[in-house]
């Protein structure tokens, strides 16, 4: 595909329901990225991957969000029993290689709006 | 302190006129520096990225660093309606895994006709 895609791309879910959310990175890109951004702020970093290999976890709020990309490709991040506070739009973004190359553009998705009721 | 930080705006200009926008960041290892356009209920997208002091020009757009201040700065020349958005200016994380990109608050500009 021509750009990194997102599904869904909203997503309503009661507080406690697990909700998972997918990411398409650009084809061959090494790096893929995780953000999260609240109404009126910037993104905040939640997870990298590079490759298969998730590298940096250090922005998940909580062991409720998990994230995964078993084959280098699709990733998955999984948020369990969801809190209204979980509600932002979650960002993936994908760059062409991995730690080192500062100066590659990081590629965003659409997006994904979670609302938590 | 934020590691990167930005007035929130909005910055009002006029048609036509210069839009000024600044960024401000704490980490003196940063090498380089990007500004995202991101239009309300959209995705960030890149404007331009800099990383030798100075200037530079691309269009309408100019951006300038200053490493002994730790400062960045993008000028939007000839500003016109659909520059109206929030942007972004965005520090990618030297020797973190990946390089992650810690982002400002963004500063929205309002381009009035």
């Known amino acids: 595909g021509a750009g990194v895609s997102q599904s869904p791309r909203y997503k309503v879910a009661k507080r406690g329901q697990d909700v998972a959310l997918r990411c398409d990175p650009i084809?061959?890109?090494?790096?893929l990225f995780w953000y999260q951004q609240a109404l009126g702020q910037g993104p905040e970093f939640l997870t990298y991957?590079?490759?298969?290999?998730?590298?940096?976890k250090s922005g998940l709020p909580s062991d409720r969000f998990f994230a995964e990309r078993p084959e280098g490709s699709v990733s998955t991040l999984k948020i369990q029993r969801t809190q209204q506070e979980d509600s932002a739009v979650y960002l993936c973004?994908?760059?062409?290689?991995?730690?080192?190359?500062?100066?590659?553009?990081?590629?965003f998705g659409p997006g994904t709006r979670l609302t938590v009721l | 302190q934020k590691e990167v930080e930005q007035n929130s705006g909005p910055l009002s200009v006029p048609e036509g006129a210069i839009a000024s926008l600044n960024c401000t960041y704490s980490?003196?290892?940063?090498?380089?520096f990007f500004w995202y356009r991101q239009y309300s209920g959209k995705s960030p997208e890149l404007i331009m990225f800099i990383y030798s002091n100075g200037d530079k020009e691309d269009g309408r757009f100019t951006a300038q660093l200053n490493k002994a201040s730790q400062y960045v700065s993008l000028l939007i020349r000839d500003s016109q309606p659909s520059d109206s958005a929030t942007y972004l200016c965005a520090v990618p994380k030297e020797g973190a895994a990946g390089n992650k990109l810690t982002f400002g608050g963004g500063t929205r500009v309002l381009v009035k006709p």
């Open positions: 973004a994908s760059r062409f290689r991995g730690t080192g190359y500062s100066t590659d553009t990081q590629y």
């Open positions: 991957f590079q490759n298969e290999a998730q590298l940096d």
């Open positions: 980490d003196r290892g940063s090498q380089s």
């Open positions: 084809s061959g890109h090494v790096s």
